[in-house]
């Protein structure tokens, strides 16, 4: 059954794929699934056909029949769930595949999003330039930790 996600009609990246419906369409890609995109409005998402879908007015979304999930983390292990190639087959590594999800949902992006909003919405407070470096600084740790475990695995 095709799927439909959906995305920014007009990205602030201006589609270069920053935005977070590109880890699902990569995982679809990934798994030779075809989907469709229908791409949002800024103004769509904050009203109640787009709320229905996603409580809190943002994309992506995915609907699959009268599936309809948010939150690119969770669709993204529903397609992995549903079709081979990207989670393991043996149950722990399976388990340690998903723990890497949510770390990367939880605890590596959290700190990056913070620096992106602290450039779009926070540039004109005064408090921005001294703020800057204590964000970058939580990132360089963050991905100091990150690459010290991945050392040179895959
Ligand atoms: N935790 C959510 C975050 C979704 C999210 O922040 N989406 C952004 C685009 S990448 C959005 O819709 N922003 C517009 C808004 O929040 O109004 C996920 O991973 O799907």
Same mark, same amino acid.
Request: no cysteine.
């Given at each position: 059954?095709?799927?439909?996600?959906?995305?920014?009609?007009?990205?602030?990246?201006?589609?270069?794929?920053?935005?977070?419906?590109?880890?699902?369409?990569?995982?679809?890609?990934?798994?030779?699934?075809?989907?469709?995109?229908?791409?949002?409005?800024?103004?769509?998402?904050?009203?109640?056909?787009?709320?229905?879908?996603?409580?809190?007015?943002?994309?992506?979304?995915?609907?699959?029949?009268?599936?309809?999930?948010?939150?690119?983390?969770?669709?993204?292990?529903?397609?992995?769930?549903?079709?081979?190639?990207?989670?393991?087959?043996? +149950?722990?590594?399976?388990? =340690?595949?998903? *723990? $890497?999800?949510?770390?990367? @949902?939880?605890? /590596? !992006?959290?700190? %990056?999003?913070?620096?992106?909003? +602290?450039?779009?919405?926070? =540039?004109?407070? *005064? $408090?921005?330039?001294?703020? @800057?470096?204590? /964000? !970058?600084?939580? %990132?360089?740790?963050?991905?100091?930790?990150?690459?010290?475990?991945?050392?040179?695995?895959?």
């Amino acid at each position: 059954m095709t799927s439909t996600i959906t995305a920014f009609e007009s990205s602030p990246d201006r589609g270069r794929g920053l935005a977070r419906d590109m880890r699902v369409r990569w995982a679809l890609e990934e798994v030779g699934q075809p989907y469709d995109v229908r791409l949002v409005a800024f103004s769509e998402m904050k009203k109640p056909a787009h709320r229905a879908l996603h409580p809190f007015g943002q994309i992506p979304t995915y609907e699959e029949g009268d599936l309809a999930l948010f939150e690119s983390g969770s669709i993204v292990l529903h397609i992995a769930e549903r079709h081979a190639g990207l989670l393991p087959d043996d +149950a722990n590594a399976r388990a =340690r595949a998903i *723990t $890497w999800m949510f770390a990367a @949902l939880g605890t /590596v !992006e959290p700190p %990056i999003v913070d620096l992106e909003i +602290a450039r779009l919405v926070e =540039r004109d407070k *005064t $408090w921005f330039e001294q703020r @800057l470096p204590l /964000v !970058e600084d939580r %990132i360089r740790n963050r991905l100091g930790e990150l690459s010290a475990r991945l050392g040179n695995a895959d």
